[in-house]
C-alpha cells in the first residue's frame, strides 16, 4: 500500500511545481538509442517507481536527473531548476544513490560521510553526518574503514550519503541490492519515512513487489521508451479472479447469473473461478443464497504481472 | 573551489602514500650522501654538491607522486565517488582544479625531504663530503619551489591521462613512460628538441643553462596549462554512468 504521500498540503506542493519533470529526454550513444524522448512528471512528495528491464535506459535516465551525463536532446528539471552537467545548482538539494554505493574505500564509514558533507559550504556537517549514520543503523560502526563493511553496510552508507542534509529529492537505483530481508525491510521504513517528511523519492529499482507497496506512482520504461505511467491502482488491471471451493459448485454456478458484474464463471471440479467481481461482495452474495465457500482465494494482476506484460518481447507469451 | 581543495586535502593527506614516498626520499637521498661521503673522492676532486644530489631525487620522488595522484583520481572512477561528487553539486572544473592545487603540497613535501636531508648532511661533519656552498636554507626553499614547478607538467598528465582513460594504470604507465623512456631517449637522439621536455626545462630551472630559466619556466607553465586545460575539457564532456 502506497504511503508516500507527503503531510504537506497538496495545493502548496502542486504550487511549488513538480519535483522533477523531463521533456523529451534523448541519449544516444553512437547507434545505440539509450533513451528516446522521454517525458514524465513526479509530483513533490510522491515516491515514484521507475521501472524497467536492464538496459532499459533507467540509469542512463537518472545519470541525465543528476547532470552526470548530457543528453543528447530534451531537458530535465530538478526542484525546479534545469539540470546542466557542469552547473551543480540544481542538485543541491539532491540526495542520489545510483548502483553500487560511491565510497573510499581506505576510510571510515564517518570520514566518508565527512568529506560529502565537506562540499556544502555553511553547513554543520557533524551534525547532519551523526544524523545520516544515525537512521541507517551504522552509528555504531561508523569508525571501521567502509572497505571492510559487507555488502548491506556498504549499502546503507550510500544510502546515508544519499540522505546527508536532508534532501528535498531522493534518486535512488537499487537501493537494497545485496541486502537481505531485514535490511530490505529498514529500507523500506525508511523510505517510507522520507516521504512523510515530504522529500519526492525517485525509486528504480527491480523488486518490483517492494515497489508496489511503497510507491504512489510508476513509470516503466523499455528500450528506451516510456512505456506507461501513473498512479499504481490505476495501472493495474481491476479484474479480480476469484477461487472458490464449494459443496455445488454447478448451483452457485447458475446462482451467479443473478448478480452484477460477474464476467467469467468456470467451473474446476469442487472449485469455482469467478472473474469480474471483487471476492467480498461475491462471498456476502453466495452466502446469502444458501452457498457458503469452504475456501475462498483471491488473484489480483500484481505490479510484476503488468511489468512482465508491457515489457514481454513481441510476440513472446507471458505467464501471469 | 575551497571546501573541494580542503576536501581533496584530506583525502591525500590521510593516505600513508604520501608520507611513505616522502620517507623513501628522504632515505634515498640519506644513503646516497653517505655513499659519496665513504667513496673515494672523483678525479676531478669535486664532490657533488647537496643540492646537485638533492634536487634529482626530489624531483624522482614529485613525478612518482604524480603518477600516484593520477592513479588516485582514475582510482575514483571505479569507485564512483566521482560521480557521487558531482551528484552533490560539485562541479567539474573545479573538482579537477582543487585535485591539481591539492598536490601541490604533497609535492613540496616530498620535494623538500631530500633536500633538508641534504641539508642536514650539509651542516654535519660530512660537509667535508657533500659540497655544501650551494645549499642553504634560502636556496633550498628556492629549489623546492623549482622542483616543484617543474613536476607541474607530470602531474597534469598524470590527471590527464587518468581523465582520459578512466582509469588507474595509465597515469602510472604515460608518467614513467614519459619520464623514463621518451625524454631519455629523445635527449639522446635529438638534444635540440629533448631540451624543450619537461626533465630538461626542470634542469634548466634548477640548476640554470640550457634555453635558460624564464624560458623553461614559461615553457612549463604552458606545458602544464595545455594538459590541465586539455584534462577539464575532456572531463566536462564526459558521461558518467555507472
Known amino acids: ?57 533507467k540509469t542512463t535516465t537518472i545519470g541525465m536527473l543528476l547532470g552526470l551525463v548530457h543528453p543528447t536532446r530534451g531537458r530535465a528539471e530538478v526542484l525546479g531548476r534545469a539540470v546542466t552537467p557542469g552547473d ?9 544513490l545510483v548502483g553500487a554505493p560511491a565510497l573510499l574505500p581506505s576510510f571510515s564509514a564517518r570520514r566518508n560521510l565527512q568529506l560529502l558533507a565537506g562540499l556544502v559550504p555553511d553547513h554543520d556537517g557533524h551534525a547532519a553526518v ?26 546503507r552508507l550510500g544510502l546515508a550519503m544519499a540522505l546527508l542534509e536532508e534532501p528535498q529529492l531522493l534518486v535512488l537505483d537499487e537501493p537494497t541490492s545485496g541486502m537481505d530481508a531485514a535490511g530490505r525491510r529498514e529500507v523500506k521504513n525508511l523510505l517510507r519515512s522520507v516521504a512523510a517528511r515530504g522529500t519526492t523519492v525517485f525509486l528504480s529499482s527491480h523488486l518490483l513487489h517492494e515497489v508496489e507497496q511503497v510507491c504512489d506512482e510508476v513509470a516503466v520504461l523499455d528500450r528506451g521508451r516510456l512505456v506507461t505511467a501513473g498512479p499504481v491502482g490505476t495501472l493495474l488491471p ?40 471483487d471476492p467480498q461482495r ?39 | 573551489m575551497i571546501a ?27 644513503g646516497l650522501a653517505v655513499a659519496v661521503a665513504l667513496s673515494a673522492p672523483p678525479e676531478s676532486g669535486v664532490r657533488p654538491s647537496a643540492l646537485e644530489l638533492a634536487v634529482p631525487i626530489g624531483l624522482i620522488g614529485c613525478q612518482v607522486l604524480a603518477a600516484l595522484a593520477g592513479a588516485a583520481m582514475g582510482q575514483e572512477y571505479q569507485w564512483r565517488t566521482l560521480p557521487l561528487w558531482l551528484a552533490r553539486g560539485a562541479r567539474r572544473g573545479p ?51 623549482a622542483t616543484v614547478f617543474a613536476a607541474l607538467p607530470y602531474l597534469a598528465l598524470a590527471l590527464g591521462l587518468a581523465v582520459l582513460r578512466r582509469s588507474a594504470v595509465a597515469p602510472v604507465v ?33 640548476a640554470g643553462g640550457g634555453p635558460g630559466r624564464l624560458l623553461a619556466a614559461s615553457l612549463i607553465l604552458v606545458y602544464s596549462a595545455v594538459l590541465v586545460a586539455a584534462a577539464v575539457t575532456l572531463f566536462r564532456s564526459q558521461d558518467l554512468t555507472g
Open chain 1, 1 to 57: 500500500m502506497p504511503t508516500g504521500v507527503s503531510q504537506e498540503p497538496l495545493a502548496a506542493r502542486l504550487e511549488q511545481g513538480p519535483a522533477l519533470r523531463v521533456e523529451g529526454l534523448t541519449k544516444r550513444f553512437g547507434d545505440i538509442l539509450a533513451v528516446d524522448d522521454l517525458t514524465l512528471e513526479v509530483a513533490r512528495g510522491t515516491v515514484y517507481g521507475f521501472l524497467g528491464p536492464n538496459g532499459a535506459g
Open chain 1, 88 to 96: 551543480p545548482r540544481a542538485l543541491r538539494r539532491v540526495g542520489a
Open chain 1, 130 to 155: 551523526d544524523a545520516a549514520l544515525e537512521r541507517v543503523g551504522l552509528a555504531e560502526v561508523a569508525h571501521r574503514r567502509a572497505g571492510a563493511f559487507s555488502t548491506g553496510m556498504k549499502q
Open chain 1, 238 to 277: 481491476n479484474a479480480t479472479s476469484v477461487r472458490l471451493r464449494l459443496d455445488d459448485p454447478g448451483a452457485a454456478a447458475g446462482a451467479l447469473a443473478a448478480l452484477d458484474g460477474v464476467e467469467r464463471v468456470t467451473e474446476n471440479g469442487a472449485y469455482l473461478e469467478v472473474e469480474g467481481v
Open chain 1, 282 to 320: 461475491l462471498v456476502a452474495f453466495l452466502a446469502g443464497v444458501g452457498h457458503v465457500p469452504s475456501e475462498v482465494t483471491s488473484g489480483r494482476p500484481d505490479l510484476e504481472t503488468l511489468f512482465l506484460q508491457l515489457t514481454a518481447p513481441a510476440g513472446e507469451a507471458v505467464a501471469a
Open chain 2, 4 to 30: 573541494l581543495t580542503s576536501a581533496e586535502l584530506g583525502k591525500l593527506f590521510r593516505r600513508s602514500m604520501v608520507w611513505r614516498l616522502a620517507l623513501v626520499m628522504g632515505a634515498v637521498m640519506a
Open chain 2, 95 to 145: 573538482l579537477l582544479a582543487a585535485r591539481f592545487v591539492a598536490a601541490l603540497p604533497a609535492l613540496v613535501l616530498v620535494a623538500a625531504v631530500p633536500l633538508t636531508v641534504g641539508l642536514a648532511f650539509s651542516l654535519g661533519d660530512l660537509e667535508a663530503a657533500l659540497r655544501a656552498s650551494h645549499l642553504t636554507v634560502p636556496t633550498l626553499w628556492l629549489a623546492v619551489v
Open chain 2, 174 to 206: 604515460g608518467v614513467l613512460l614519459l619520464a623514463l623512456l621518451v625524454e631519455p631517449v629523445v635527449g639522446q637522439l635529438a638534444p635540440r628538441l629533448g631540451a624543450y621536455l619537461p626533465a630538461a626545462l626542470a634542469a634548466n630551472l634548477v
